[in-house]
């Protein structure tokens, strides 16, 4: 490996490091404070946190290693994508941030639930809690493989050894500095990526001398990667598009809604997260779809099709731009893993540990439970991603789709249906997790297709979901009087602080 690309590396984690080491001398010692940074944070800390955390290594590694494989075709994800996304911070955003506040301040998703609904049995918080713990680690191992692949691919380190640096900085700036760090850790990362995902399609675009040049070569060498219906159905694309109805139940993506500063920030968070999004989404696609030009015509040798952008910050740039290059990919892993670590964490701590293990626990033992937490959840995540043939894409499709079903539609309603129940939520929940894992691993067939491959997961498990609430909360007795105050109370102040 270059001298230019160790600095650049070095540079990145002496940074991520001095930033969690800030936050651990800045955030406040309680469990609110570590979880989910006193609700202070800025509208642009919250976009780009929120984008950063959300996209993943799946950024550049996996949705540009479709964009090579199979063309223009895999666009849908990227249209669900940021429509799900500006809807989410339209109907989702203002009012949750109010609603965890009025339900007495809660801090975690279960933890609002179980206020939220008045659940006296703590079925909810418990169900809850165990579909983020389950789903989360699987999400978080997603992260760690591509931590892996990028040290075997890139350095010439083995995979194992990649998991381990990755998760161990990781682990470290989010042990100490908690919802701060990975808040603060997230902007910046963030920045990188925005920097990184337009720099690479603008030097292939120079290289060749135009689009126009880009799309002649892959013309020529392909007949359907210029084509937006090329090996899809209707029902493919539906799936494609239906990648957008996740974002309503991503826990480490709403929970920066939680956190900010007031209802007033979230408008200019929306304006600053979309353009951010719309621009990387772009670029990622750029970077896959015009990588597959740019290796046919140099004749670059190309192994796992994820690795692309790796490939192309090798070749195109001077080791110092491909270490900043490679250190996009390290923000984009790290920058989701710290937060579905904490997310997690959090759940472990405040919807186990504090609610049927110590009840009385002092805010210092929480603070460290949850550090523990940290540790333990990362370890897991690495066992997990000792399967070195994971793909990062299909991980991380089971894994929104888990959260998209089980949450999305239990937090829409909630949020929006005064006559919601507490029945109607728990089945809600656990319809949609199981219709998920029952679509993924039931040995069903329709077409000779299983059933994921015949419509993604999250279709089914959202329109199950959303029916299981709407019918079981109607069976029920009407919610208390105190329910539909706090919820009258949620929507005036939305009304008078937007």
């Known amino acids: 490996m270059e001298i230019g690309t160790i600095i650049s ?3 990145y984690f002496l940074v991520m490091l001095g ?69 989410n911070y339209l109907i989702v955003a203002p009012r949750l941030r109010a609603y965890t506040e009025i339900a007495k301040d809660s801090i975690t998703l279960p933890e609002f639930f179980e206020n939220r609904f008045e659940d006296k049995t703590r079925l909810l918080r418990i169900v809850s809690s165990i579909v983020i713990i389950v789903f989360f680690t699987v999400y ?4 760690v493989v591509g931590g892996g692949k990028l040290f075997e691919s890139s350095f010439g380190l083995s995979y194992e050894l990649g998991l381990y640096v990755t998760a161990g900085v990781v682990v470290t700036y989010t042990l100490f500095g908690g919802f701060l760090a990975v808040s603060m850790t997230d902007f910046v990362q963030g920045c990188i990526m925005f920097i990184a995902l337009v720099l690479v399609p ?32 209707a029902l493919g694309i539906i799936s494609s598009l239906a990648w957008g109805l996740g974002y309503f139940g991503q826990p480490h993506i709403i929970v920066r809604f939680m956190a900010i500063r007031s209802i007033k920030d979230i408008k200019t968070a929306r304006r600053i997260g979309m353009s951010w999004m719309i621009v990387a ?7 896959g779809f015009f990588g597959f030009a740019y290796v046919a015509k140099h004749g670059t040798e190309m192994g796992d099709p994820e690795t692309i952008f790796i490939v192309l910050s090798q070749v195109l740039f001077h ?81 929104w789709a888990g959260f998209g079903a089980a949450f999305g539609p239990l937090i829409v309603f909630g949020l929006y249906w005064k006559r919601m129940t507490f029945a109607g939520a728990l089945s809600g929940i656990v319809v949609g997790a199981s219709t998920v894992l029952i679509w993924i691993y039931a040995p ?8 994921s491959n015949f419509i993604y997961e999250i279709v089914p498990g959202v329109a199950l979901s959303s029916i299981a609430i709407v019918v079981v909360s109607l069976m029920g007795d009407e919610p208390s009087d105190e329910m539909k105050s706090m919820f009258e109370l949620m929507v005036k102040r939305v009304r008078e602080e937007s």
């Open 281 to 287: 989404l772009a670029g990622a696609i750029a970077t």
């Open 140 to 143: 978080t191992s997603s992260g």
């Open 444 to 451: 069903i067939t329709v077409g000779e297709q299983s059933l």
């Open 19 to 87: 930033i969690g080491l800030y936050a651990f001398k800045n955030s406040t010692e309680d469990s609110s404070g570590y979880l989910l940074g006193g609700r202070q944070l800025g509208p642009a800390v919250t976009a780009l946190s929120a984008g950063a955390s959300d996209m993943s290594g799946w950024m550049v590694m996996g949705l540009p290693g479709a964009m090579y494989l199979s063309g223009l075709a895999n666009i849908w994800i990227g249209v669900g994508l940021v429509v799900g996304a500006y809807i």
């Open 9 to 11: 590396l070095t540079a």
């Open 319 to 399: 080791p110092l731009i491909a270490g900043f290059m490679l250190a996009a990919i390290l923000a984009a892993i790290m920058s989701t893993v710290s937060s579905q670590l904490l997310v997690t964490s959090s759940s472990l701590t405040e919807d186990v540990y504090k609610a049927f293990v110590n009840k009385e626990a002092s805010e210092k033992q929480l603070v460290l439970m949850g550090r523990i937490c940290v540790v333990l959840v990362a370890l897991l995540a690495i066992g997990m991603a000792y399967d070195r043939d994971s793909s990062i894409l299909n991980i991380v499709s089971n894994a």
């Open 202 to 233: 603008f030097v292939i675009i120079f290289d060749f001398g135009g689009i126009s040049a880009i799309s002649e070569t892959i013309s020529g060498l392909s007949s359907t990667h210029m084509d937006l219906l090329a090996g899809t159905t």
